[in-house]
């Protein structure tokens, strides 16, 4: 299930780096049981824990100034999950405050909107937030190092079809071993890399234009969950080509 959420207020001014300052807020307006339930375990598969939610980037006209990021008039953010509850928790929440807060920022909720999940087994898409792909390496002197892959390095696709699969079998509780999803990218450039800073870490990721497809319930669920990790940080959200926002 896939809502926008669209603010407007006296002042519509974030911080650069307001990933954490969403995620807080999604978490803030859900469900006092369900948020904690995804923000202390989640679904998990094979030891690893996933939290079922992405949202996009902040949209809407803007200017930067110094390390702040204004808005004009209104601005918005997209959230999907595969947990309908969630959605709708979060949406029920907001339509009953008069006003919300955003990190430091008040702001009035102008309107809900609900999409319908698109058919998507094969199809171009692109990037609503940056989609990251990484391992995490030993260095010769033992330490670890996380490296970030492009869209052009093999393991990128590779990394993805593999997360998307964990996610399926901690969500579905299914057998994922049979099921593949490819993503290769069509229209990638370097400006459309993106370092962001979340609670004091670098995380590299990527927009721009992918052909994406394969088994349709996985594709599926990597619309409503995103595609690559750290989703429920504001990564890997997409929207199908001809979509409209």
């Known amino acids: 299930m896939r809502i926008a959420i669209e603010f407007e207020g006296d002042r519509l001014s974030f911080p ?3 990933n954490q ?3 807080g807020f999604i978490y803030h307006n859900i469900d006092e049981t369900l948020a904690s339930f995804l923000h202390n375990k989640g679904f998990v598969s094979k030891g690893r824990s996933f939290k079922p939610f992405t949202f996009s ?10 390390d702040r990021i204004d808005f004009e008039e209104r601005v918005k953010f997209w959230i999907a999950s595969p947990v309908d509850n969630l959605i709708e928790s979060f949406a029920s929440n907001l339509a009953r405050k008069p006003e919300v ?9 102008a309107s809900i909107e609900v999409k319908q999940k698109p058919s998507c087994d094969d199809a171009e898409i692109f990037m609503l937030s940056p989609v990251t792909a990484y391992s995490t390496l030993l260095k010769p002197d033992g330490g670890k190092k996380t490296y970030y892959y492009n869209p052009k390095e093999e393991d990128f696709g590779r990394l ?7 996610k ?13 999803m490819d993503i290769t990218p069509v229209k990638v450039r370097a400006s459309d890399e993106k370092i962001v800073r979340y609670k004091g870490f670098i995380i590299k990721g990527w927009m721009g234009r992918y052909r994406i497809k394969g088994n349709e319930e996985l594709v599926s669920l990597a619309y409503d969950t995103g595609l690559g990790a750290k989703n429920s940080q504001g990564f890997g959200m997409f929207e199908i ?5």
């Open 16 to 18: 650069l780096e307001y």
């Open 21 to 23: 300052s969403i995620q």
């Open 57 to 66: 980037r902040l949209l809407g006209k803007y200017r930067i100034s110094k």
């Open 101 to 109: 807060f955003l990190g430091d920022e008040r702001f009035y909720v």
């Open 160 to 166: 993805i079809n593999e997360n998307m699969k964990k």
């Open 168 to 180: 399926y079998t901690a969500f579905y509780r299914k057998n994922a071993n049979n099921l593949a």
């Open 241 to 245: 080509s001809r979509a409209r926002l």
